[in-house]
Every structure is written in structure tokens, then in C-alpha cells.
């Protein structure tokens, strides 16, 4: 989990990758996945948005099938609070479960790995707020994401909101990695408009922050630049046409590469200061990056700019005359005009924000784990500019 160097070619690299399963119907091996992690009796954690689009109930059934019981506990809301971990690691102990199962998007993945944590750590999850505080091992998780954009259940990271304090801890360990990730793209075709943009531009900042992360390397790069392309190519199909199978296929696959990516090339100033909006005012994460990521993406353009020309050739954009500050500059009004054609709001004022918010959300940006891998160093003053610049 430490950063081990930067993006020159001399660096040592690792990767560390789940079992994936990806594939049109494969929700179907739900049931088998379990059971070669030895479950016969399942907590699955879920919510109702994800229940009443029907898939927590067909998942169920492969469960069912393969002669797994199973307990249900969706009792979450978006961006998983502390207090809900422990309700939810309090149910886990009292059903005497032994694998956990996620079926919902990144607030229910994160969720499963953290009451995880605490089912065999003990204690309070804001206890293991940082990098490497949790030693393996954890019981044996499955995760079934239903949306195209947080990469969680490819990822050795969780992030929770510490209600107390109102800030979002990250969580990282190798021990959070999960055995199985099962992404059937047909899963997406029930989430509604403005979550398929929120979590695609998330999945665009996965992207675009692990290729320029310090800790970037020759096994990140591949996927963060083909999960980029497919970002670019894929959402505005995806929201014209929401029931067709292929873009969301598309979307699912950039996710996935996206969250290969960052898990071990990590990420930067962007989601060190969306996560601490969010702790503020529990606003959709994938939203506040959608806003912020251009901002950022213009403070690292001076230590970055040759990085920043790749993104653009993979955003499909014609390179070749311009110069590297050229191309970066392209690749930062394009994310803006993606965001725009995808109806999101471009500034933080739009979305409710107070200005008075944004002082202490750039304070704690810089406890952020994400702030560490940042290309250019991001001081207070910093951080400030830039949700500043963003509101």
C-alpha cells in the first residue's frame, strides 16, 4: 500500500487484482462464487434503491439455488455512515454469517468491507481510518456492483463518513480487497439518469487521477487510458439510450479498468477534497468530482502536462499540432463539456454549497490518503484555490 515511487519508468510497480468475473447474465454465479469461498451463510448487504430495481431479489435467488442461506441488511443510505457499519456488523455477528456479499453500488461495497473490519478487528471503524491499520485476514467477500462508477469491488480501499467529526475516513488495507467481483452489465440499465452521469464521471476521475498519480506505473496505465476512452465513448450513449445492453456494458468495462487502476496506482487532490465535501454534506460523491476534477486536472497541468496529453489522445481528441500545455488544456475542456452534455451542474454553488464550507473542506483534504499521490504537492492554500475556483 505505500507509494513506491513515481511515474518514471524505473519505479517498482505492483498490482494487485481480485478474481473478476465479467459478462451479459453472469449474476447467475452468485451462488457457486459463495460457495467456493465456503459460505453457507451469507450477510449481504444491499439497499432499497438496488431492491426495488430487482436485483437484490435475483441474487437472493442464486443464493437460494445454490444452497446458500443468506441474511439481508439494507439498511443504508449513500455514503455509508459510521453508526451504519456497526448497526450492520452487529447483524453480521448476531446471524453467525461467514461471507459477505455486496449487491448495490459503492456505498454498499464500501459498507461490506467495513463491517468486515470491524466483525474481525472490533473496535470503531474510524479506528482504521489510513493506510495499512487493518492486517488480514477478513472474511471472504463477494461483490456484485450495480453501478458504473466507484470500482470498489476491485479496489483494497472503503471510505466512511465519521458522522462526529463530518469528514470521510479512507480505509486502505490489502486485506479490503475482495476475493470475487461479479459484474453483470445488465445491472445497469435500471439506474436512473443522474446517478449513470454521477458515477461514470467517477469513474472518469478513477481514470484521470491513476494515470497522473505519483504512483502510477506501466500495469496501472493500460487501464486507466482504456477506461478513460470508454468513459468518453460511452456515457452519452448510455443516457440516450439507458435500455440498451451494450453502452452500459461499455460503462461497467471502464469502471472495472478504472478501478484496477486506482486501487494500486491511487489517486489525488480530486477525491481527497470531494471526500471531505461530502463528510460536510453527504452530496453524491461521483457529483462533486464531476465539478472538481477540471479544477484539479488544471493545478497538476504544470507538473503534468505531458500525462495530460495522453488523456486527451485517449479522449479521442486530435493531438498531433499541439503542443503538451495544448493538449492538456483540451483534455480539461473536454471534461467540462462531457460533464455539461451529461446535464450535470458545473459549479459547487449550484449544488447547494456554502462558501463557508469550503475552508474547512480544503483543511481536511490534506488528511486525506488520496492527497499523498497527487502529481504537484497541494498545500492549504492550495486546496483552497482550488474550491474556490470550483464554487
Not at 443464493?63 to 453508526?83: C, F, M, S
Request: hydrophobic fraction near 45%; include cysteine; charged fraction near 20%.
Amino acid at each position: 500500500m505505500e507509494v513506491v515511487g513515481t511515474n518514471s519508468p524505473s519505479h517498482v510497480a505492483k498490482f494487485l487484482v481480485p478474481e473478476v468475473i465479467f459478462g451479459v447474465g453472469v449474476l447467475a454465479e452468485v451462488g457457486h462464487a459463495v460457495r467456493r469461498q465456503g459460505g453457507v451463510n451469507v450477510f449481504v448487504v444491499s439497499d432499497h434503491g438496488v431492491a426495488e430495481a430487482g436485483w437484490t431479489a435475483e441474487a437472493l435467488s442464486h443464493l437460494k439455488a445454490a444452497g446458500v442461506r443468506w441474511r439481508l441488511w439494507d439498511e443504508l443510505t449513500p455514503n455509508p455512515k459510521d453508526r451504519e457499519v456497526a448497526a450492520g456488523c452487529a447483524a453480521y455477528l448476531e446471524g453467525g454469517c461467514d461471507v459477505l456479499v455486496a449487491v448495490g453500488g459503492g456505498s454498499c461495497i464500501d459498507a461490506a468491507k467495513a463491517i468486515a473490519v470491524l466483525a474481525s478487528r472490533g473496535g470503531a471503524i474510524t479506528d482504521y481510518a489510513g493506510v495499512g491499520r487493518v492486517e488480514g485476514p477478513l472474511p471472504p467477500a463477494v461483490m456484485v456492483p450495480t453501478t458504473g462508477g466507484s470500482g470498489s469491488d476491485v479496489s483494497q480501499f472503503c471510505v466512511v463518513t465519521d458522522t462526529t467529526r463530518r469528514v470521510k475516513v479512507t480505509i486502505g488495507a490489502r486485506a479490503l480487497m475482495p476475493d470475487i467481483s461479479v459484474t453483470d452489465p445488465r445491472t445497469l440499465r435500471t439506474v436512473p439518469h443522474d446517478i449513470t452521469a454521477y458515477t461514470a464521471l467517477d469513474a472518469l476521475s478513477h481514470a484521470i487521477e491513476s494515470y497522473l498519480s505519483k504512483a502510477a506505473s506501466f500495469l496501472t496505465d493500460a487501464h486507466a487510458i482504456t477506461a478513460i476512452r470508454g468513459v468518453c465513448e460511452q456515457l452519452l450513449p448510455a443516457l440516450d439510450s439507458p435500455d440498451e445492453v451494450a453502452p452500459r456494458e461499455g460503462l461497467a468495462r471502464a469502471s472495472l479498468q478504472a478501478g484496477l487502476a486506482f486501487t494500486n496506482a491511487l489517486l489525488g487532490a480530486t477525491h481527497a477534497i470531494s471526500h471531505q465535501i461530502g463528510g460536510l454534506t453527504d452530496l453524491p460523491h461521483g457529483l462533486l468530482n464531476a465539478i472538481l476534477l477540471p479544477h484539479v486536472m488544471e493545478f497538476n497541468a504544470t507538473v503534468a502536462a505531458d500525462r495530460l496529453a495522453d488523456v486527451a489522445c485517449a479522449m479521442g481528441l486530435r493531438t498531433g499540432l499541439m503542443t503538451n500545455a495544448e493538449a492538456a488544456d483540451a483534455a480539461i475542456q473536454l471534461v467540462r463539456a462531457l460533464s455539461a452534455k451529461a446535464g450535470l451542474p458545473a459549479t459547487l454553488r449550484e449544488i447547494g454549497l456554502r462558501r463557508g464550507d469550503l475552508d474547512l473542506a480544503a483543511v481536511n483534504a490534506l488528511g486525506d490518503a488520496y492527497i499523498v499521490t497527487n502529481p504537484r504537492e497541494v498545500g492549504e492554500a492550495d486546496a483552497r484555490a482550488i474550491c474556490r475556483g470550483a464554487w
